[in-house]
């Protein structure tokens, strides 16, 4: 049995336009082209992409997916592998839901109690379910600083990436705190925050007023980079874009 490319698109919420592209990537050829240049998928079309979707889902790119797709063997095989996955992400999903949730009841607490955020009794647990390498997931519309991270990334220990990552933790904190506290993104303190950032960054490589832009924007267009700072507190991800926008406009020019 044969499906047409617009039957195709209803079943799996997939559009047309991005089925055509596939064809064009040599992702996912239809089983046919009709005379009048429709295309055409059978069974074997759709469990690829049933993969290409699952594996899409699970944050992995077009070219990694073409990779993985083209050294399978085994269909069943290689959905047991996605089913692992899967699982794999709903666990961390699970863990991340109750890091979210200690944190607003937290909050929620304090604020009754008159306090801030420092009320947070141990701030690493806010990072439960966040994976470490999320931070550096968009890092790849930065490839020279990418190279660079991945260079230093490379010669630490497991003790100093540990170290490393909770000092990216409490950075995020002491700037959520900040946020909560009612400081605009161009007071003093926010800033001498955003400027250790920039700092340690530039202990790589030089770094640009508009790359250090692009990095700020990229807080809240990364889903990765904004699910990170929104673990924290609603709005951080704004917050911390706004002020490195302030920063590289009054320090950087």
């Known amino acids: 049995m044969e499906w047409p490319i617009a039957e195709v698109a209803r079943m799996s919420g997939v559009t047309a336009r991005t089925l055509r592209h ?3 990537i040599g ?13 055409y998928y059978e069974e074997h079309q759709l469990l690829l992409l049933q993969q290409i979707l699952v594996l899409r889902a699970l944050g ?7 990779r993985i797709l083209a050294e399978q063997v085994d269909e069943v095989e290689a959905l047991r592998g996605h089913h692992r996955r899967l699982l794999a992400e709903r666990d961390r ?22 306090r801030h955020m420092t009320a947070i009794n141990r701030p690493e647990n806010l990072f439960e379910g966040v994976r470490p390498s999320q931070y550096g997931q968009n890092m790849r519309d ?24 909770r000092e990216r933790t409490a950075q995020m904190i002491r700037l959520a705190e900040l946020m909560v506290a009612g400081n605009p993104v161009d007071a003093e303190p926010v800033q001498a925050e955003i400027d250790a950032q920039y700092r340690a960054l530039s202990e790589l490589r030089a770094v640009s007023a508009d790359e250090y832009r692009a990095i700020g924007r990229s807080c809240v267009d990364n889903d990765a980079w904004r699910a990170a700072y929104e673990a924290i507190a609603p709005g951080l991800a704004a917050y911390q874009r706004d002020a490195i926008e302030a920063y590289a406009t009054s320090e950087l020019g």
């Open 22 to 24: 596939y064809d064009e």
């Open 27 to 39: 992702l996912l050829p239809p089983a046919r082209i009709g005379a009048s240049g429709h295309r």
């Open 93 to 114: 999903l699970d863990a991340l839901a109750g890091t979210v949730s200690r944190t607003i009841a937290e909050l929620e607490q304090s604020r009754k109690d008159g």
């Open 60 to 66: 992995v790119g077009l070219p990694e997916i073409g």
């Open 142 to 165: 930065f490839p020279e600083l990418a190279e660079d991270v991945g260079r230093r990334a490379a010669t630490m220990s497991q003790a100093e990436a540990e170290a490393g990552h």
